[in-house]
């Protein structure tokens, strides 16, 4: 696919994760290209990117996945770059409209330029010059324990239900701390649903009040004595543990903390999935599933924990202590209520 596109319009930028769609049963692949320059006035230049001090979305593309036919769709009509690339290219580039709807239902906002932004913003959500000028409110992108080592934690995509949005949609995510701080200062988040779509929202946490940063929970995960016992075990038995991307998730006004965890033995290079830890306020339970994990920070007894683990195996038995404590009139609905808050969890 990127050899393809490279060699058809060499003059744009690709992202660097294209992904694959099913649309009326075939399966497309779906691009986000950039336009780019060095020569915006008065611009500063992207770190990551030397040279480019100016970048656009502005294309979106697709492929088809079975005879590899390529169509380019403009997604930023107000790109002068891509309007001279348009009337220069005659009949390459089509309007964003004549893409199929169940293709659009699929675009989301892309990685890259999001990274471009949140890093950009780092220092740009300062609006007082002399703040500005003098770095005092500086942000960094937080880091977190990947694998065996500590990475700069990446963006990813959730589908959760913003604050004050009435359902849940589809967001890509990134949090921020102070310079030199582990503490979350703020998180922001891209839309792609809808009309909402490239739309950003910015949430920020009062100062005067601690909101762990992903570096102090993959501390408070190592403090843990049960954890930390059972990863030492299994490092002995010669398995390796891999921890895996922390995810932050908000809910309502508080945050999830979600890391899972895998073996990888010494013969074979392929993990298995064996724990999910999450952390919830002062709340920290590492199960062999995320529910029983988040029954356990959220203080469901042991009884009700085995439910939901049947329920997830789509046993009806439940215990009269989960049937008392829910309004559901049958385990149809209690099943229902249980994959719905998951779900939105």
Do not use: C
């Not at 060095?38 to 500063?44: I, M, Q, T, V």
């Not at 503490?183 to 779509?197: E, K, P, Q, T």
């Not at 404590?325 to 939105?344: F, I, K, N, P, R």
């Amino acid at each position: 696919v990127r050899e393809r596109l490279n060699t058809l319009a060499p003059f744009l930028y690709f992202d660097k994760d294209p992904y694959l769609v099913l649309s009326e049963g075939r399966l497309f692949w779906i691009v986000d290209a950039y336009t780019v320059s060095d020569r915006y006035p008065y611009s500063e230049p992207v770190q990551t990117r030397p040279g480019y001090n100016y970048i656009r979305n502005s294309v979106k593309i697709v492929v088809d996945a079975y005879h590899g036919e390529v169509n380019f769709y403009i997604s930023d009509k107000e790109d002068p770059i891509i309007k001279v690339y348009e009337k220069v290219f005659e009949g390459v580039f089509q309007p964003l409209e004549e893409m199929p709807a169940s293709l659009q239902e699929h675009l989301r906002y892309p990685v890259d330029f999001f990274d471009i932004q949140a890093r950009m913003y780092q220092s740009y959500h300062m609006t007082n010059s002399t703040v500005f000028y003098n770095k005092e409110d500086m942000w960094e992108l937080p880091r977190e324990k990947y694998d065996s080592d500590e990475q700069i934690m990446q963006s990813y995509y959730l589908i959760m239900k913003l604050p004050e949005s009435d359902e849940a949609e589809f967001v890509l995510l990134r949090p921020f701390v102070p310079t030199g701080k582990d503490n979350m200062i703020s998180w922001l988040a891209a839309r792609s649903d809808g009309d909402n779509y490239g739309r950003l929202i910015l949430y920020q946490f009062p100062k005067q009040k601690l909101i762990y940063g992903p570096r102090q929970i993959e501390a408070r995960i190592d403090q843990d004595t049960e954890i930390s016992q059972q990863l030492t075990l299994w490092s002995q038995s010669g398995s390796r543990v891999v921890r895996g991307n922390l995810l932050v998730i908000p809910i309502d006004e508080s945050l999830i903390y979600v890391e899972p965890l895998y073996l990888k033995s010494e013969s074979s290079q392929l993990p298995e999935l064996k724990r999910v830890i999450v952390s919830y306020n002062n709340n920290i339970a590492m199960k062999e599933t995320l529910a029983e994990s988040l029954a356990t920070v959220f203080g469901a007894s042991d009884k009700i924990q085995e439910d939901l683990k049947l329920l997830s195996e789509g046993t009806p038995e439940l215990s009269n202590e989960a049937s008392n404590q829910t309004t559901a009139q049958s385990w149809q609905e209690l099943a229902q209520t249980a994959v719905q808050v998951l779900s939105e969890a």
